[in-house]
T-cell receptor, first 112, second 114 residues
């Protein structure tokens, strides 16, 4: 059974680095790993995407080990406005069928 | 500005009534998706469409129906057979399955029972 799992919740303080891991043991060979941020009553917003090793943009970094069965979203120096739910999204192939699966979501709370 | 527009933002359904949620995109994306999100929960796939006039069931399709007559439009109907329709519904579009481009999301429709 294809599963994409994340920690349910995390707390952090302003200015700290936060790392959120997603396990995706059935990721399809050619598929990318995408991370989203969601605020209440809004649609998920794209943060970062990668295929392997490390990707960095202006808001986050994404670390992907060689086996690609997990990925880690890194948010440097979080602020109160980073309080949100974070989801990973991967494509998986199960019984010959390709489909996208969202992770279970991680609720990040940033404290002052 | 390119993007996805969902309407209405809030919708109420009476017992035994069908309601239709609208989703329009001007991103020229081939694939479109409908997700359901319950309070404090993740996103579950209802239906998806990779191309006009074709669509497939997701994980929780019972009680829902869709159509894809135009590339830019993918309306979702919540039928009276869906006994627990209260949820937040999200529409997304994508260049296509296997593409390395991310899915883009609308801002959702919140459906409640009267």
């Amino acid at each position: 059974l294809a599963k994409t799992t994340q920690p349910i919740s995390m707390d952090s303080y302003e200015g700290q680095e936060v790392n959120i891991t997603c396990s995706h043991n059935n990721i399809a060979t050619n598929d990318y790993i995408t991370w989203y941020q969601q605020f209440p009553s809004q649609g998920p917003r794209f943060i970062i995407q990668g295929y392997k090793t490390k990707v960095t943009n202006e808001v986050a970094s994404l670390f992907i080990p060689a086996d690609r069965k997990s990925s880690t979203l890194s948010l440097p120096r979080v602020s109160l406005s980073d309080t949100a739910v974070y989801y990973c999204l991967v494509g998986v192939t199960t019984s010959g069928t390709y489909k996208y699966i969202f992770g279970t979501g991680t609720r990040l709370k940033v404290l002052a | 500005d390119g993007g996805i527009t969902q309407s209405p933002k809030y919708l109420f359904r009476k017992e035994g009534q069908n309601v239709t949620l609208s989703c329009e995109q001007n991103l020229n994306h081939d694939a479109m998706y409908w997700y359901r999100q319950d309070p404090g929960q993740g996103l579950r796939l209802i239906y998806y469409s990779q191309i006009v006039n074709d669509f497939q069931k997701g994980d929780i399709a019972e009680g829902y129906s869709v159509s894809r007559e135009k590339k830019e439009s993918f309306p979702l109907t919540v039928t009276s057979a869906q006994k627990n329709p209260t949820a937040f519904y999200l529409c997304a579009s994508h260049r296509g399955l296997g593409s390395n481009q991310p899915q883009h999301f609308g801002d959702g429709t919140r459906l409640s029972i009267l």
